[in-house]
């Protein structure tokens, strides 16, 4: 039987040790600067802080990101692709953007890339979940309502989200009719 210790206190950070952690943070996992601060933070917090002066976070993750180990840009777009591929829409992107601490330039680009994947991304969400032109049998009023709320919140636009809807199950949608509606 293993005995598990009691753990034991950690010691507080200085401005080396916070420097390490933030280095294994940016290794470990794809981030945000507005991510790093948070847990840089958030760790001065749960640790205590050893150094003279204030520890300065926003320095240090604005070194890292100039150094490249951290790309607001490039996780933007990257977050905006998988979001796509899984068939969740723009607002949906928009929204995990903000969480994420991305601000609007930015974003831009991945914005623009949820956009002009809108209309694919609403197939591939109707295709997982059985809806519209992927559905067996029409929906009733009360099905068609809950299948068009599921969409709205997946990210979808209403327009976009009734076209994919009432598309006849079996039928091929319209791409380029689509992606007009996604505007």
Request: proline letters at 4%; charged letters at 35%; glycine letters at 8%.
């Amino acid at each position: 039987m293993h005995v598990r210790r009691s753990a034991r206190p950690r010691k507080p950070l200085n401005g080396e040790s916070l420097h390490e952690l933030a280095l294994f943070y940016v290794g470990k996992f794809a981030t945000t600067r507005a991510k790093l601060v948070n847990y840089l933070n958030r760790k001065v917090r749960e640790r205590g802080w050893d150094g003279d002066r204030e520890p300065e976070i926003e320095t240090l993750v604005e070194r890292i990101a100039a150094s490249g180990l951290v790309d607001d840009a490039l996780y933007a777009m990257s977050k905006s692709r998988l979001l796509s591929e899984r068939g969740y829409g723009g607002h949906r992107v928009a929204q995990a953007l903000r969480a994420a601490g991305i601000d609007e330039e930015d974003g831009a680009a991945a914005q623009n890339l949820a956009a002009e994947e809108a209309a694919r991304s609403a197939l591939r969400f109707a295709r997982r979940r059985h809806l519209g032109p992927f559905a067996d049998v029409p929906p009733d009023r009360n099905g068609r309502e809950k299948a068009l709320a599921a969409m709205i919140r997946a990210g979808h636009r209403f327009e976009l989200a009734k076209a994919v809807i009432d598309a006849e199950p079996g039928s091929e949608p319209d791409l380029n009719d689509l992606q007009e509606k996604s505007r």
